[in-house]
């Protein structure tokens, strides 16, 4: 039978240049969406996908994220003596087991295929997940639960995909489709940041990722690909060369890019108009800002 997948690795370590001066000092995955951090979203997907270990690749100054997982006494104590059960509950719903997290530090941002290949002891000869938190999806069922689920009808290696304009597609990981079956498709290959007008498709890597331990395997080697870099695109791209399968799987979603300021700020109103107490005042506000916009014109 196959191996469930229970651990995920979580690459952090990355310096957020886009976000400077915030994180100068506040690590890019701290940064919150309405009133949760990046990676609270992403250990939520990991929790409904069945993930039981979670395994931080850190580097300096990334103290807050650490911290942000302690449980928190005081605060709970004072929220009970205060009748808050609400916010009470809210708060022990971020705590985490204790033992279920790892944090492991990268000494050096070589390359997210070096930050996954950190893991490699504690991943041994499993299965595993790869989820990068700066890529957040809303959707029904989390993308990484739609993931495994698929994943334990087809073997081999599999990368969460998405349709992106060609003018954009020289910023991501895209897939050559061998063969299209709908959400999931066969891959002859991947190209990390394709120069513009040779990207083999449309179909962009997003940051989710299920891998065999050759992938792992295959990073022994270290080798440097886009951008002076330590790909993880180009160690996956080499099982599709073993032989081994990839397939790429269109997730149900919409996924926003929280690297970016344009798209942090774009998921920031999304959240909110989720948000039954804030829709309201929020929206009231977006039209007015529009209308007096339109008026200006
Ligand atoms: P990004 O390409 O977004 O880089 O990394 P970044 O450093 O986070 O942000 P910018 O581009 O400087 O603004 C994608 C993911 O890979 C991780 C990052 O933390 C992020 O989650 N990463 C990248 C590492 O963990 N280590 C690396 O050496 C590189």
């Known amino acids: 039978m196959k191996k469930k997948i229970t651990k995920a690795i979580f690459p952090v370590a990355g310096l957020g240049t886009r976000f400077l001066p915030a994180t100068k000092s506040v690590p890019k ?14 250990i939520d997907e990991a929790r ?7 395994i931080f690749i850190t580097s300096r100054g990334k103290g807050a994220l650490e911290d942000y997982f302690d449980e928190a006494p005081q605060l709970e104590q004072a929220l009970r003596k205060k009748g808050k059960t609400e916010l009470l509950e809210e ?6 087991e204790s033992g279920a997290i790892a944090y492991i ?27 990068l938190p700066d890529d957040v999806i809303a959707a029904e069922k989390s993308c990484l639960q739609q993931m495994v689920e698929a994943y334990e009808e087809s073997p081999g290696c599999m990368v969460a995909a998405m349709e992106v304009p060609a003018d ?49 395997r295959s990073l022994n080697k270290k080798q440097v690909g886009a951008g002076g870099e330590i790909q993880l ?9 073993e032989g081994r399968p990839v397939h790429g799987f269109r997730f149900s979603g919409q996924r926003f890019d929280c690297g970016t300021k344009a798209g942090f700020l774009q998921a920031s109103v999304s959240f909110g108009l989720n948000r039954p107490d804030l829709r309201d005042d929020l ?5 007015n800002i529009v209308s007096t916009q339109k008026a200006a014109e």
């Not at 999931?184 to 989710?208: T, Y």
């Not at 929206?283 to 039209?287: A, N």
Request: hydrophobic share 45%; aromatic share 6%.
């Open 29 to 42: 995955e701290i940064m919150t969406l309405v009133d949760r951090p990046l990676i609270q979203y992403a």
């Open 48 to 54: 409904a996908a069945g993930i039981k270990e979670f």
């Open 91 to 96: 708060l022990q719903s971020t705590n985490m």
């Open 105 to 131: 530090r990268q000494h050096k941002a070589l390359g997210l295929g070096h930050a996954v290949w950190c893991a490699r002891r504690l991943i041994a000869n499993e299965p595993f997940a790869v989820i």
């Open 168 to 216: 954009q597609a020289s910023s991501y990981g895209v897939l050559d489709v061998k063969e299209d079956m709908g959400s999931l498709v066969s891959v002859n290959g991947m190209v990390e940041k394709p120069e513009a007008g040779k990207a083999p498709s449309n179909l962009a890597v997003i940051g989710r990722y299920i891998l065999t331990p050759d992938v792992l």
């Open 233 to 241: 695109t180009d160690a996956i791209a080499n099982e599709i060369a």
């Open 283 to 287: 929206l009231g506000y977006i039209q």
